[in-house]
């Protein structure tokens, strides 16, 4: 979001016409404190949301391998139900994961023009705490279950 307009003030000096406007017009409209900047930044951040899931999680494999291990998921049929089904499933939590990134990557934006301007975050930095936290938490819950299976093993 940042580079075109970056890209442009490094050649303003000197600017006329049809490159004059695209500055100006990238400077008034789509300045990182603007709603349309926000706006485009919280659908691009859902988008490449969308995206990743679609690159990172292959269905099919995922079906394919539970048909292979003799599972199934109670009430679906293996094969091309189980692809249906999974990619429902994922439809649904890549959803509410995007729209929830996508907030969090405005969330500065909100904050500092609510006017609380004493604790400014950035979205990325924000991101990286959020994962980090929950990653702590299932580090911490694994090791309290690994706690309590150690007294069922018997030497």
């Given at each position: 979001m940042i580079l075109p307009q970056q890209a442009l003030t490094w050649f303003q000096h000197g600017q006329t016409g049809w490159a004059a406007s695209t500055a100006l017009f990238?400077?008034?409209?789509?300045?990182?404190?603007?709603?349309?900047?926000?706006?485009?930044?919280?659908?691009?951040?859902?988008a490449f949301t969308f995206f990743?899931?679609?690159?990172?999680?292959?269905?099919?494999?995922?079906?394919?391998?539970?048909?292979?291990?003799?599972?199934?998921?109670?009430?679906?049929?293996?094969g091309q139900p189980t692809v249906d089904h999974i990619n429902k499933i994922l439809l649904r939590i890549?959803?509410?994961?995007?729209?929830?990134?996508?907030?969090?990557?405005?969330?500065?934006?909100?904050?500092?023009?609510v006017?609380?301007?004493?604790?400014?975050?950035?979205?990325?930095?924000?991101?990286?705490?959020?994962?980090?936290a929950l990653d702590s938490i299932?580090?911490?819950e694994a090791r309290l279950a690994m706690r309590d299976y150690r007294g069922f093993i018997k030497k």
């Open positions: 990238m400077q008034t409209y789509f300045g990182p404190n603007t709603v349309l900047y926000n706006i485009v930044y919280f659908l691009l951040v859902v990743y899931s679609a690159v990172v999680v292959n269905t099919r494999d995922i079906a394919d391998n539970l048909k292979k291990s003799g599972s199934f998921i109670p009430g679906i049929r293996p890549t959803t509410a994961a995007a729209i929830y990134l996508g907030i969090l990557a405005v969330l500065p934006s909100l904050q500092r023009d006017g609380l301007n004493g604790l400014y975050i950035g979205s990325t930095s924000l991101l990286i705490v959020v994962g980090v299932t580090q911490i």
